[in-house]
């Protein structure tokens, strides 16, 4: 049988053979919540993600992504590694779903196997995939089915899974019977927003990305606002906070997929050694992951900010160290660290860098540094 719903329900059923948990369909058309984002664009939230902006019209309307696409399947795969242990101290915090695997090789194979099963089916469909890499909004699409909702914190959230998953888009010349959008059952809770370190979620539905840890930890390449700093704790690439406070990801399962399992110091690495790393070690060790994405010289930013926020006398050497650190990056963002710290040591490593730095950037950060410890040691600004 080759009707429209049986069709969906043959490629619904290849879609969890290779192992999509859920997928929803909708039909082609302007984006929903289009006014929603170009008011998010306008309001200036998406910081220096400037290819939002560039490719905003072609994420409100997919034909501008393909020309005669009538149906869009949102597809979604299980990432939920399980629970961490809780960190010590001097050791960082990763994102759930940046422990195992880079996404992106798993998500384009099941994509490109699944539209290959269906152009096998229905001869002659043309489509094109998405796995995060494409101007598509996969979560819109997916809220707007009845795979999930979108929740307050702008994450989909399904009943199977919680929100601990990645998403994949399909973009099809097949039209298919469009689902009708699942209800949205966040109701009156608003735990995400509560719990935000920043006040990211500045409205239910909202988050200004400018203020998210996920972005300044990840996507912000230059300094991050000193304001902002003693919020990021020890969360050294991205935050899961919104998403662990969330009550439908208590019925969340781990993932069955070998590949989101967590690598060797995924969980918990210890950030006296990260601040050291160099690019060469950088590259061997996160290749293979979406930690690459952060590049070598950002992820020592926030081991520096978060060594600082440890308040720990056991992180001046490795701050010391990160204050000679070849990029200018690293260099301010150790002497902020240097400066949360009264211990031994700290101040002197900073009267050092002062004596020594010639960026003026790094300078200003010393300069504010000191004057933060010889304020707390009652003995003025020295300005």
Not at 3 to 20: C, D, H, M, Q, W
Not at 25 to 52: N, S, T
Not at 145 to 158: E, R
Request: include cysteine; glycine fraction near 10%; charge should be positive.
């Amino acid at each position: 049988m080759n009707n429209p719903a049986s069709i969906t329900s043959r490629i619904r059923a290849e879609a969890r053979r290779l192992g999509f948990f859920a997928m929803g369909v909708a039909g082609a058309g302007p984006l929903p919540w289009r006014r929603h984002f170009a008011d998010w664009l306008a309001r200036g939230m998406h910081g220096e993600m400037a290819y939002l902006d560039r490719q905003a019209e072609r994420r409100s309307h997919p034909s501008l992504v393909m020309d005669d696409v009538r149906s869009i399947l949102v597809l979604a795969v299980n990432y939920y590694p399980g629970p961490a242990p809780r960190e010590g101290r001097l050791q960082g915090k990763i994102s759930r779903y940046a422990r195992g695997a880079d996404y992106h090789q798993l998500m384009a194979e099941r994509l490109q196997a699944l539209l290959g099963y269906i152009a096998a089916d229905c001869p002659g469909t043309r489509g094109m995939w998405y796995a995060d890499t494409g101007p598509v909004m996969e979560k819109v699409w997916g809220a707007h089915t009845a795979l999930g909702w979108m929740g307050k914190h702008s994450n989909l959230i399904t009943t199977e899974a919680g929100s601990w998953f990645f998403l994949g888009v399909i973009l099809l010349d097949l039209e298919l019977p469009a689902e009708s959008r699942h209800q949205d059952r966040c109701g009156t809770c608003s735990r995400c927003i509560t719990a935000c370190p920043t006040g990211a979620i500045v409205a239910p539905y909202v988050v200004d990305a400018r203020l998210c840890i996920s972005y300044l930890t990840i996507e912000l390449r230059g300094a991050i606002p000193r304001h902002l700093r003693p919020s990021i704790g020890n969360r050294i690439f991205g935050c899961d906070d919104c998403q662990e406070v969330c009550p439908w990801n208590r019925f969340a399962v781990p993932s069955p997929e070998p590949a989101f399992r967590a690598g060797p110091g995924a969980v918990s690495p210890e950030l006296v050694e990260l601040a050291a790393i160099t690019p060469a070690e950088f590259h061997a060790r996160y290749r293979h992951s979406a930690i690459r994405r952060a590049h070598r010289d950002g992820l020592v930013r926030n081991v520096a900010v978060a060594l600082g926020n440890s308040g720990s006398p056991a992180a001046v050497p490795a701050l010391a160290g990160a204050l000679r650190d070849a990029s200018p990056l690293v260099r301010a963002h150790a002497a902020w660290g240097l400066g949360r710290i009264h211990a031994a040591g700290a101040e002197a490593e900073l009267g050092r860098a002062a004596r020594e730095e010639s960026d003026p950037a790094v300078q200003e950060e010393i300069r504010l540094a000191l004057s933060d410890l010889r304020r707390r040691s009652g003995l003025g600004t020295g300005d």
